[in-house]
């Protein structure tokens, strides 16, 4: 009995994990538009959409996801993450376009995910009730993992995301305050040399008092 259950799980599995996912970090200049495509292989397929700026200017960028038949699916300007998942109603390639079209000089660093994933419904196998039963509870347990998985990866994502910045703000912070400590530092030493010649100045200049 337990082997037949394990079988039965095994091909639950086999037959649900189709899943084709990417998940990426690129770096888009300014100025610059950069797209990536997924591809869907019948209609009704779910389509996970995650990204996340990790450095660069405001941490904000543009997207946009058209479908085979170029309607836009999900569109944003100056996000700085989200996290999608539509429904792929058309058969063909999905692109996910990044535009970092509003940064003047900053390159932006982003962190994205793109997942299609097929959920064919199981048939009722011709077997007795009570293994049924089993193989029901089984598929619950499953749904019930891959949610909780999928719940750990977000937030490691999210924890990901916010070091990142945390990191990339501690550092402009640090530059900044040290550029301001040698500006200080030039416009003292600016000021004593100009004092300086001035007080020279003063004790060097020739008497105008007429001599006994």
Not at 14 to 42: G, M
Not at 87 to 98: L, R
Request: aromatic share 12%; charged share 20%; hydrophobic share 40%.
């Amino acid at each position: 009995m337990l082997g037949t259950i394990l079988l039965a799980t095994s091909a639950f599995l086999a037959q649900n994990a189709i899943v084709d996912a990417s998940a990426l970090t690129t770096t888009i200049p300014a100025h610059e538009r950069t797209c990536f495509y997924a591809w869907v292989d019948k209609p009704g397929e779910k389509v996970g959409f995650y990204f996340a700026v990790q450095s660069g200017g405001s941490f904000d960028i543009d997207y946009v996801v058209t479908d085979p038949n170029d309607t836009i699916v999900l569109e944003g300007i100056k996000e700085r993450q989200g996290d999608y998942i539509f429904t792929g109603h058309s058969v063909g390639e999905y692109s996910f376009c990044f535009s970092n079209d509003m940064s003047s000089f900053s390159e932006k660093l982003v962190d994205f995910d793109i997942m299609v994933e097929s959920e064919p419904r199981p048939e009722a196998p011709a077997k007795p009730s009570s293994l049924i039963d089993h193989t029901s509870s089984l598929e619950e347990s499953i749904y019930k993992l891959s949610g909780s998985l999928s719940s750990i990866q977000r937030t490691q994502k999210y924890f990901r995301t916010r070091e990142n910045r945390n990191v990339s703000t501690v550092s402009s912070t640090r530059n900044r305050i040290f550029w301001f400590s040698v500006s200080e530092i030039a416009m003292m030493v600016a000021m004593s040399s100009f004092q300086v010649w001035v007080v020279r100045k003063f004790f060097n200049a020739p008497s105008k008092r007429p001599r006994v």
